[in-house]
């Protein structure tokens, strides 16, 4: 591989590399032998760690990516016959290729939202026609924390979306692939906004935080317990050597390595969100997390293009999406505005 190009973009912080002490965490477990499927030394010590994190009845069931996270904590919260509410820009629907759908036959009451996140008011636009066989009943309410607009809930908000499930009898699930983004930009701790704010299961993310490829389940609701180890199994997510999956998620969660990467990032996206804001862009979206959604001409975007990788987010509008990473260095930031101001 000495041949490999070395690049740097706004693409996504599943771009970046490897946190070096996760490297070294995955180094330091690798000597010896353990008990395969999760019945491990260390899987056991990240259990201890994400009940500091999450409360003492947290229990972590680690998976090899967010959609796979996504699709066994769901499952655990639904009947054959319920149907997950959630906002149409949720992950989940956007960005799964439907595998909410095909692997756990899931239906998705999708809905619109200004800015990416659900109210009990918009919930309550789904909450009809219940008991009737001719709908999917709802049963859980899936929340994305930061959501796909750059956007964040604060604890007051999921917590009056908690407290409106309960009067529901509805399930309450965390897409936390930004959880630790969420956690920096809050400055609260994990439970604060979801065991405390009466969250049921979380979809924990370490990948886009630093991990080379790990996430996990966390059931916060006993309740769904009994099942999580067999949904894991059978949708294809129980790693066999998963001691190197959980050395992951501890390297970020047993010190402070999950805040300080997702500061930094937040604190990359502020400075290229102020930069461009200087340059008269237009960012209708608050940038309050790692993500900036400026609008540009496609003339514009073309010729950034040549140069740094982004997604367009809106085709219609010209919006884009651009992600800082753990990574993400000041003069990356400040080559990208001295190529958009030349361009602009």
């Not at 002490?21 to 353990?34: D, F, W, Y």
């Not at 407290?163 to 630790?180: V, W």
Request: with cysteine.
């Amino acid at each position: 591989m000495t041949t490999r190009k070395i690049w740097r973009g706004f693409a996504s912080d599943n771009y970046a590399g490897v946190h070096p002490e996760i490297l070294t965490a995955m180094l330091s477990v690798n000597e010896g032998h353990e008990v395969a499927y999760g019945d491990d030394t260390v899987t056991a010590r990240l259990d201890e760690l994400m009940q500091q994190h999450f409360g003492p009845r947290a229990i972590a069931f680690p998976v090899f990516n967010g959609t796979g996270a996504n699709v066994v904590a769901l499952q655990a919260c639904t009947k054959r016959w319920e149907a997950v509410i959630c906002a149409e820009t949720a992950h989940i629907s956007a960005d799964e290729g439907g595998a909410p759908e095909k692997m756990a036959g899931l239906k998705l009451w999708t809905v619109p939202t200004p800015d990416g996140k659900l109210t009990p008011e918009i919930i309550d636009t789904q909450m009809f026609d219940i008991g009737s066989v001719h709908r999917a009943q709802p049963g859980v309410v899936s929340i994305t924390q930061t959501t796909e607009l750059g956007t964040l809930y604060t604890v007051a908000e999921i917590k009056a979306i908690s407290d409106y499930c309960k009067s529901k009898g509805l399930f309450l699930h965390l897409d936390g692939a930004r959880i630790s983004n969420a956690a920096a930009a809050l400055g609260a701790k994990f439970r604060d906004f979801t065991t405390d704010a009466g969250v049921d299961i979380v979809s924990f993310g370490g990948t886009k935080i630093g991990a080379m490829g790990a996430e996990a389940v966390v059931v916060l609701n006993p309740e769904l317990l009994d099942s999580i180890a067999f949904l894991r199994k059978t949708s294809m997510q129980l790693g066999s050597k998963m001691r190197f999956m959980s050395a992951q998620l501890i390297a970020l969660v047993e010190g402070d390595l999950w805040k300080r990467n997702a500061t930094h990032a937040n604190a990359m996206a502020a400075r290229l969100d102020a930069g461009l804001r200087a340059l008269g862009v237009a960012i209708p979206n608050p940038t309050q997390a790692n993500a900036v959604f400026p609008i540009f001409t496609s003339g514009q975007t073309e010729e950034l293009q040549e140069q740094y990788r982004f997604y367009v987010w809106n085709q219609a509008t010209g919006q884009v999406r651009l992600m800082c990473s753990w990574d993400t260095t000041e003069a990356d930031v400040d080559g990208f505005l001295a190529v958009a101001k030349g361009i602009l």
